[in-house]
């Protein structure tokens, strides 16, 4: 089993976006994500924490006492014991009091160090989230059906293909959404990962200021221009899985 590369760490990343179903549209963007060991949470000198907090309430259900029990609780649920093996998360810390996380990764670890699951956690523009549950292959890839609404111009069906290897020094992340048009939506993330110092931070921060806002803000932005394209929303269900919970 490959370990990723020491922990806590930045990643300065493009994340593209592409839909080549009704219509085509494609953009991508930069920003920069936090890969941080669950049970070793980087505290940073007190000037700078308010560009990097981790937040239990923002993952999973919000109301447990800690990131690590929250991914615990819900693993419980689906028959999971890590025995208290070693969790990687990937995801984007509070900016500013704020953050918006597309997609948290977690890659959970028994006590020997052995690849157990790969949780990822994804949270739509509604305050809503959802996680699914991968059994990943050797080259991290997996298949699971959509079960949660994330785009008002794709409905919940279809299945996603995603491929989530462990970051090292490259950070190299896809997910397909298939239906029965085929491929019609492709979501990739890659970057390089830098120590998770100060100095970096202060540079990342410099670069892409309110990142976390920016990323919510080009979701929306996005979303305006294909329905000013025409494209059919598809309303939002009633009843959605929402918060990590079982479906």
């Known amino acids: 089993m490959r370990r990723t590369e020491a922990t806590p760490a930045l990643y300065e990343c493009v994340i593209g976006h592409a839909r080549v179903a009704p219509l085509r549209?494609?953009?991508?963007?930069?920003?920069?994500?936090?890969c941080v060991d669950l049970d070793r949470i980087p505290v940073l000198p007190r000037p700078v924490r308010p560009l990097a907090r981790f937040d239990a309430r923002d993952h999973f259900t919000g109301g447990?006492?800690?990131?690590?029990?929250?991914?615990?609780?819900?693993?419980?649920?689906?028959g999971v014991d890590l025995g208290g093996g070693r969790v990687v998360m990937l995801a984007h810390a509070r900016v500013f009091g704020f953050v918006f996380n597309p997609l948290s990764v977690y890659w959970c670890h028994d006590p020997s160090g052995a690849l157990v699951c790969v949780v990822a956690e994804v949270h739509n523009t509604y305050g809503q989230r959802h996680c699914y549950l991968l059994r990943t292959d050797d080259a991290g890839e997996a298949e699971v059906d959509k079960e949660f609404?994330?785009?008002p111009f794709f409905a919940v069906e279809g299945r996603y293909r995603m491929r989530l290897p462990l970051p090292g020094e490259r950070l190299a992340l896809s997910i397909h959404l298939e239906n029965e048009d085929g491929r019609v939506?492709?979501?990739?993330?890659?970057?390089?990962r830098r120590p998770a110092t100060v100095p970096a931070l202060l540079s990342a921060a410099a670069r892409r200021p309110w990142s976390t806002v920016a990323v919510w803000a080009g979701i929306r932005r996005h979303g305006v221009h294909l329905l000013l394209r025409g494209l059919p929303v598809h309303p939002r269900p009633r009843s959605t899985p929402q918060e990590g919970m079982p479906s």
């Open 25 to 34: 549209h494609s953009f991508r963007h930069r920003t920069y994500l936090w």
């Open 64 to 78: 447990a006492g800690s990131l690590r029990a929250g991914l615990d609780a819900f693993l419980a649920a689906h």
């Open 149 to 151: 609404y994330v785009s």
């Open 185 to 192: 939506f492709t979501a990739v993330v890659s970057g390089r």
